[in-house]
C-alpha cells in the first residue's frame, strides 16, 4: 500500500469523505443536501447543520467502503477554504477532532487546488492518463471562474480571473429568471440541448486581458427577458430552449475566448477543465472541438469529479502530504479565495 489518505470536504452544501492508497481510490462517498433546493439557492445555516449530521455517517462509510482501518490513515486532508464559513467550520472541526484523537497528521487543502488535482485520481479498472505539467486549467464553478497555469502538483499560478460574478453564478441566475429552480445550471444545459444557440444574442463582456466578467452577461439576460414579457407574457415559456441554448453558448464563447487566448500567451496545449460548470455539456464539447481544430491536449473530467467530492481533496492532500506540507491545529478556515500559494505554504 502507498500512502492512505483520508479526504473530507463540506464547502458549500455537499457532506463528502473519501480515501485514496496513493493516487488509487477506495471510497467516495456523497451526502447531497436537498433542503435548499425549495428556497432556490444555499442557505448558509441549514447548510452547517446538514453537515453536522451527515459528517460522521459519511466519514464513517468512506473507510469502511475502503475497507482499512482507521490507524492505517497516514493523513487527515480537509477543505480549509474557500466556501461558506458555517459549512467549512463542521470539516474542519472534525478533522482536526479526528486527527488529534487517532494522532494522525493534518492536510489542509484549497478547494479550487483539489478541482484541478482531481485528473490525478486513479480508478481501478479505468485507463489512468492524467495531464503532464506545464498545464492550463480552466476552473469553473459556482463561485469562481478562473484560468490557472499549473507547473507542478503544488506550482500554481492563476493568469485570469472572474472581475464580478463567476460563471457557475450566471448558470444559476437564467435558471432563476426563467423560473426553473436550482442549482441552475444542470437544467439550462439539459434544456439548452434541445435549442438553437443562434435564435437570440446577448451581450459580451470586452474585458482586457486574460480576466472574465459575467456580471454584463447575465444584466443584459434580465433586460431581454422583461423587455419580451412585456409584448408577450408566454414569451419564456414559449421559448425556453432556445433562450437556454442562446445564453449558455454565449458563456461559453466567453470562456473559450480567455482560454484560446491563454494557449497563445503561454504556449501551453495541455488543457483541463475543472468545477461544477466543467460538467456542462455544451462547454465539455467546445474544449474538445477547439481542442482538435487547435491540436490541444484537453482533459475532462468525469462527471462524479466535476461536483463538490473529497476524493479531489484527498488528492490535492496528498501530494501536499508527500512534500512534506502538515497543517496545526491553529489553522482556521478560510471562505475567500486566496492565491493559491497563501493558502498551500503554512507550515511544512
Ligand atoms: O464546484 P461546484 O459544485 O461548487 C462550487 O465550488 O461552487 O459548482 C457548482 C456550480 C453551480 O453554479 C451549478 O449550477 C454549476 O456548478 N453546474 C453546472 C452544471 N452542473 C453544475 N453549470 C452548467 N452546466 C452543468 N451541467
Ligand atoms: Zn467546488
Known sequence: ??????????????????????????????????????????VPELASRAHQQ?????????????????DQVDAIAYTRGPGLLGSLL?????????????????????HLHGHILSHFIRQNGKEYDPPRFPFLALLVSGGHSQIVRVDDFLN?????????????EAFDKCAKLLGLG??????????????????FTFAKPNISGLDYSFSGVKTSLLYFLR?????????????????CASFQKTLIDVLMKKLIMATKQTGITSVVIGGGVSANSGLRNRILEEGAK???????????????NAAMIAIAGLYKYRAGFRS????????RALDYADICSNSK
Open 90 to 110: 463542521v470539516g474542519t472541526s472534525f478533522a482536526k477532532g479526528l486527527a488529534l484523537s487517532a494522532d494522525i497528521p493534518l492536510v489542509d487543502v484549497n
Open 227 to 243: 423587455d419580451k414579457i412585456a409584448e408577450d407574457p408566454a414569451f419564456p415559456a414559449d421559448n425556453m430552449a432556445d433562450i
Open 1 to 42: 500500500m502507498a500512502e492512505i489518505i483520508l479526504g473530507i470536504e463540506s464547502s458549500c452544501d455537499d457532506t463528502s469523505a473519501a480515501v485514496l492508497d496513493g493516487e488509487l481510490l477506495l471510497s467516495n462517498v456523497m451526502a447531497s443536501q436537498k433542503v435548499h433546493e425549495q428556497y432556490g439557492g444555499v
Open 54 to 70: 451527515n459528517i460522521l455517517p459519511v466519514v464513517h462509510q468512506a473507510v469502511h467502503q475502503a475497507g482499512i482501518t482507521l
Open 182 to 199: 436550482y442549482p441552475g445550471g444542470p437544467i439550462v444545459d439539459r434544456l439548452a440541448a434541445q435549442g438553437d444557440a443562434r435564435r
Open 328 to 335: 496545526s491545529l491553529y489553522d482556521a478556515p478560510v471562505s
Open 156 to 168: 500554481f499560478t492563476v493568469i485570469g480571473r472572474t472581475i464580478d460574478d463567476a460563471v457557475g
Open 294 to 308: 487547435r491540436r490541444w491536449k484537453t482533459y475532462l473530467p468525469e462527471l462524479r469529479f466535476t461536483t463538490d
